[in-house]
């Protein structure tokens, strides 16, 4: 079992930033998801994550620093729509990913020349960013192609035996991961949908592409299709459909956006939302998946959102859940 220690203690923020510049890994909290956390300067650091997630080392790291002058550091070049994106997100749940500086270990980002950089917003992960005055590389702590965690306690459960020590910060406010944008040539590309909505990237910088399926070259090498994956068959029905009804003797569970009339005869039945508030729903989503993932169910219905707003990062989490091998 790993230590749970109170971020909000100056003590525990040093005595963190300690084991990550002394090579351990340590779990913290992220306004996004929970991370794991190694020294990104520490080779064998940052292998122990790969090998702690069961991480195949194709899947690139974010690497996480406490401001965009740090940032600077890592990145050989920051066009200028990737700094108006830096100076108007951060610290939030914004990555981007930028020509990577010979500083930061192959190891990272998985040999590209590119690299995932990301000011979180949480004040714990701040504190300990700070602290430590190394780039922290962190994926999500989870094992790899499972549901991210967001609190504290759902870190335990996933990788509480291989790991020492965990910073707790509460749950994650906003519970979906950060946006990841990239800025490798004149075009800005999002990656994975996430915490800033595209709307409001846009509003920024103007236009942006969206990562293709069919163009390898425009694709986080972590976005496989099947991702952030309960066991239990998951099964999203179209945007506006009425729920199917439970045949006889099936355990059927349900996740909902909005408030329904209809819902007798399932097992369980988790309302995120009642009028379809995606900002409210996020922060609960991974949570309501390993709940309904944990009561033996047969299959659980997932009914869609509409895809703007929060709505893409959700549905994108969604798809992936729900697709099969
Ligand atoms: O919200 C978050 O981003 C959380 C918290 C802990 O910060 N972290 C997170 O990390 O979600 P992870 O490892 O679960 O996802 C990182 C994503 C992957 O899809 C990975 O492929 C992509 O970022 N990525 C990292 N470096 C990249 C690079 N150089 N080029 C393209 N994609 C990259
Ligand atoms: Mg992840």
Known sequence: MATILDGSDPHVIAVAATALRAGELVAFPTETVYGLGADALNEQAV???????????????????????????????????????????????????????????????????????????????????????RPIAAPSANPFGYISPTTAAHVQDLLGEAI??????????????????AFLDDDAVILRPGGVTSEAIEAVIGPVQFSASDRADLRSPGTLPRHYSPHVNLQLTALGDPLPL???????????????????????????????????AAPRLFAALRWLDCLGLDRVLVESVPEHGLGRAIMDRLRRAAARD
Request: glycine content about 6%.
């Open 164 to 181: 020492p020590l965990i910073v707790d910060g509460g749950p994650c406010a906003v519970g979906v991961e950060s946006t990841v944008c």
């Open 246 to 280: 439970p045949l006889s003797g099936e355990r059927v569970g349900v996740l909902l956006f909005t408030e329904q009339r209809l819902t007798q005869g399932y097992v369980e039945v988790v309302m995120l939302s009642r009028d379809g508030n995606l900002t409210e």
């Open 47 to 133: 292998a122990q994550v790969f090998a702690v997630k069961n991480r195949p080392f194709f899947d690139p790291l974010i690497v996480h620093v406490p401001d965009a002058a740090t940032a600077a550091l890592y990145a050989v070049a920051i066009p200028p729509r990737a700094a108006a994106l830096m100076e108007h997100f951060w610290p939030g749940p914004l990555t981007v990913v930028l020509p990577k500086h010979p500083r930061i270990p192959d190891i990272v980002t998985a040999g590209l020349d590119s690299v995932a950089l990301r000011v979180p917003s949480h004040p714990v992960a701040l504190a300990l960013l700070q602290a430590v005055a």
